[in-house]
């Protein structure tokens, strides 16, 4: 449980293109006077994603754990929001070890689900890392019918290597934001520009179908991103489409959501 404290003066939230856009906002709408509101991102696409929020100062940048020690230790922080993607396992439990070591008050910003009814499961199959699922994609791609064979990867380009090394990169078509360092790393792994979708999301179900009717998909591989992150309009596409969709399962992600944290500030 955590204590509402009048005396919390600086924040520092980790994470800002998703929720943690949403909370750095609501909480610089409702900062005290002298509280400072520090929002630590990795890239500069995050730090654009904060632009036009007054009150809260950005700093960008990625931190392994020595960097991020040092971070907070500077910024003398009395308390450390991780609202970090569901997926960043390795950056949470930097921010918990540092927050541990140094005596931080830590809070986990959790993203909400988003469930999926019976209409829009279709043709699902569910993996517990992209290893995983390569491997079974893998073996679909090479019993599969020809011109069903085209893969749409939405898991951004962290884990494309999981793909591009078991998988032809002629049947891999990639959607990842439109940064120099997502498309350099597509670029890095073989892919062509024709096979790189270079834009930012969340998408809607008909921009969704669009691509798989663009790319001719057979299989739409997703995260379970959860609330937010367009993953159900993914879904309902790729029924909409009947094609398959392949998800990595979303990490046991223990937290609070948006309003439970906004109520002891």
Do not use: W
């Not at 990795?42 to 632009?51: I, T, W």
């Not at 062509?192 to 057979?218: M, Q, W």
Request: hydrophobic share 40%.
């Amino acid at each position: 449980m955590i204590i509402s404290d009048s005396n919390i003066m600086k924040i520092c939230i980790f994470g800002g293109t998703t929720e943690g856009r949403v909370l750095a906002e609501r909480l610089a709408a409702k900062r005290k006077t002298d509280q400072e509101i520090v929002v630590s991102v990795a890239s500069d696409y995050g730090e654009e994603m904060l632009r036009g929020i007054s009150g809260i100062k950005v700093h960008v940048g990625r931190l392994d754990r020595e960097k991020m020690s040092d971070f907070l230790v500077e910024g003398a922080f009395d308390i450390v929001i991780d609202a970090t993607h569901p997926f960043a396992t390795e950056v949470t439990g930097n921010i918990k070890f540092c927050c541990e070591k140094l005596g931080i008050r830590y809070i986990r910003l959790k993203r909400e689900d988003e469930e999926a009814s019976g209409s829009t499961l279709g043709k699902v199959m569910y993996f517990d890392s992209p290893d995983a699922l390569s491997e079974k994609l893998t073996e679909l791609i090479a019993s599969g019918d020809e011109g069903k064979t085209n893969v749409l990867l939405t898991t951004g380009s962290k884990e494309l290597t999981s793909f591009t090394q078991r998988i032809d990169v002629r049947h891999l078509f990639v959607r990842v934001l439109p940064t120099k360092e997502s498309i350099d790393k597509c670029l890095e792994a073989g892919l062509t520009e024709d096979h790189i979708i270079s834009l930012k999301g969340p998408f809607s179900v008909e921009e969704n179908v669009a691509h798989i009717r663009k790319y001719n998909i057979s299989y739409l591989v997703t995260k379970e991103s959860g609330a937010g992150s367009g993953y159900l309009n993914k879904l309902k596409a790729a029924e909409a489409e009947d094609i398959t969709t392949m998800i990595v399962r979303r990490p046991d992600d223990d937290g609070l959501t948006l309003d439970e944290i906004l109520i002891f500030f």
